[in-house]
């Protein structure tokens, strides 16, 4: 997402929980803001993949706030181990 015009970065943490029957929960943790951000997944691909969607959902929801208050919205979401 660096390099592109009009585009912020956000460093989005979250801790990754493995159950007793191998399937995988998540939660968001920093920035507050997405801090409400839940993901499962039977496996790991699975987990990130939930994790994205609500994450981008959450982006999205933000950035009609940011538009309705003129301030920039993060755009483009890349997931890193």
């Known amino acids: ?3 592109m015009e009009g585009e ?3 460093n ?8 007793p029957d191998g399937t995988f929960w998540a939660k968001v943790t920093e920035p507050e ?11 790991f691909d699975e987990l990130f993949e939930s994790l994205r969607e609500g994450i ?17 919205v993060p755009t483009g979401l890349a997931l890193a181990v």
């Open 1 to 3: 997402m660096t390099g």
């Open 33 to 43: 803001s997405l801090g409400g951000i839940f993901a499962t997944g039977d496996t």
């Open 12 to 19: 989005i943490q979250a801790e990754v929980h493995e159950e």
């Open 8 to 10: 912020a970065k956000i």
């Open 56 to 72: 981008e959902l959450c982006l999205a929801d933000l950035g009609e706030d940011a538009e309705r208050h003129s301030r920039p």
